[in-house]
């Protein structure tokens, strides 16, 4: 007989499945972190799986074929000595034991961006879960009564599907999820329709967005009141739940950042947004593990700046990006261009000094000239400044008062953050990384 449906059966079946079924949701937390970050999206999940994570998902695959074996000689063992029904069901355990050691280890690693057991985080979850113990049930119920183990065995084969259920699970979900996230967008949308005046900055490039978007909040403060996205809140809903739960009507500017993984991402926050102010910090080949190719990722930066062309509005550029001067030539709104090395560019940076406590450099328009001084160290941030002192300039801030609010400026958290530990000094850029970030944070370490 197949299924064998007697009570005590069924009781036992449903108990090792949900012991099964625990431990994986416990395990699948990393693979879920990742489609979390990847914005929920199956292709971009599939290349971390088969990518930057296959290491451990072969270390996984070789602990499971591990634990089969094991299992399978158990089996073999007791069925060669008795056919004791209880006796068969106890040498799951070490599958369980060894189940209870790596999912505890995937429990206590620490992450650099921690998941958020956001809404949509739980219900991918829960569908995710359901559905290997459906999987489970079905396979522990099939190799039933002599052959009981096999199926134990093979579940442990089967926790290797729980990394490829989670993409089904979020295809089963994608209807649900796509009606909710466009009656959030909606909803966000319809509330900057009430903002007639409201200022909207967008900032994107391939790095130095957050920074930028901080330090620009921090120059607007002495003039406008500011609602700016927080951390590194840059994906559409990252944006919608900016503006449905921070923005307020007495918010005179809005800052947005605008991150993109694949092309066309601008384009979709900018139609939420519709920004009649931007920023392009740098374009650069960030990103080519899901934008695939150069052009991709430069037409979607691009997008800012058609937008912002299309609201008549006004657009700051970096002059030391080789791609941002090709977005200048094309631009037709209003622009301006912003350099450490180039005197022609409407505001630039000359004579950029580091040492151990702080960054000190003159910062120039065509016809004005202030000497800063500021706690962020390295040409970096000086970029960002620059960048952030062009808009806020702009929009009516003196230079006077730029430099006053450099002068105030504090690193972003794991930014190239210099963290005093008596003895020693941490400069902590953890964050992220690319090749002009680093070689900046080698030449900041050589002051030391």
């Known amino acids: 007989m197949i299924f064998d449906f007697s009570n005590f059966q069924l009781y036992v079946n449903m108990i090792l499945s949900i012991i099964i079924t625990v ?9 879920m972190r990742a489609m979390q ?11 971390y ?41 106890l040498s799951i355990l070490p599958f369980i034991v060894f ?10 690693q620490k992450y650099k961006v921690p998941f958020k057991f956001t809404k949509r985080f739980t219900r991918l979850f829960v569908v995710n879960l359901a559905l290997y113990f459906i999987i489970c049930f079905l396979i522990i119920s099939i190799f039933t009564n002599y052959i009981k183990l096999i199926g134990v065995s093979i579940t442990c084969v089967i926790l290797l599907l729980s990394y490829f259920i989670l993409p089904f699970a979020n295809l089963i979900l994608k209807p649900i999820e796509t009606l909710i996230n466009k009656s959030y967008i909606n909803k966000a949308k319809n509330k900057l329709k009430d903002y007639k005046n409201l200022i909207k900055i967008g900032i994107t490039g391939s790095y130095g967005k957050t920074s930028t978007k901080f330090i620009l909040s921090k120059m607007l403060e002495s003039k406008y ?50 920004p009649n102010y931007g920023i392009v910090t740098a374009v650069g080949n960030q990103h080519l593990r899901t934008f695939k190719t150069i052009s991709n990722l430069i037409t979607t930066k691009y997008q800012l700046v058609s937008e912002v062309e299309k609201n008549n509005g006004f657009i700051v550029l970096n002059a030391d990006s080789k791609n941002c001067m090709e977005f200048y030539k094309k ?3 209003e622009k301006m261009i912003t350099s450490l090395s180039n ?32 706690k962020l160290l390295g040409k970096s941030y000086i970029e960002d400044i620059v960048l952030a002192s062009a808009m806020a300039y702009k929009l009516g801030v003196s230079l006077n008062e730029i430099q006053i609010a450099i002068s105030r400026l504090t690193p972003v958290e794991h930014r190239l953050e210099k963290i005093d530990k008596g003895e ?25």
Not at 37 to 47: F, I, Q, T
Not at 62 to 84: K, R
Not at 425 to 440: E, M, P, Q, R
């Open 23 to 31: 431990l994986v949701g416990i395990i699948i937390i990393r693979p």
């Open 37 to 47: 970050l990847d914005e929920y999206k199956n292709k971009l999940y599939l290349d």
């Open 49 to 89: 799986l088969f990518g930057a994570y296959r290491l451990k998902f072969l270390s996984v695959v070789a602990y499971c074929l591990a634990i089969f074996a094991i299992c399978f000689s158990i089996m073999n063992l007791i069925l060669s000595l008795t056919n004791d029904y209880f006796l068969i069901n």
């Open 99 to 108: 189940s209870c050691i790596f999912a505890l280890m995937n429990y206590k």
């Open 225 to 274: 009141n500011v609602c700016k996205s927080e951390k590194s809140f840059n994906t559409q809903m990252g944006v919608v739940k900016t503006i449905l739960n921070d923005l307020k009507p007495y918010h005179d500017v809005l800052i947005v950042e605008m991150g993109a993984n694949v092309k066309n991402d601008i384009k979709k926050l900018c139609n939420i947004v519709s």
């Open 331 to 333: 631009a037709k709104c």
């Open 343 to 374: 005197f022609s560019a409407d505001m630039f940076a000359m004579d950029v000094v580091t040492d151990l406590d702080c960054t000190t450099f003159n910062l120039y328009t065509q016809s004005e000239k202030v000497v800063c001084k500021t």
């Open 424 to 448: 020693y000094t941490i400069l902590d850029d953890a964050f992220n990384s690319n090749y002009n970030g680093f070689l900046n944070a080698l030449e900041v370490l050589s002051t030391f």
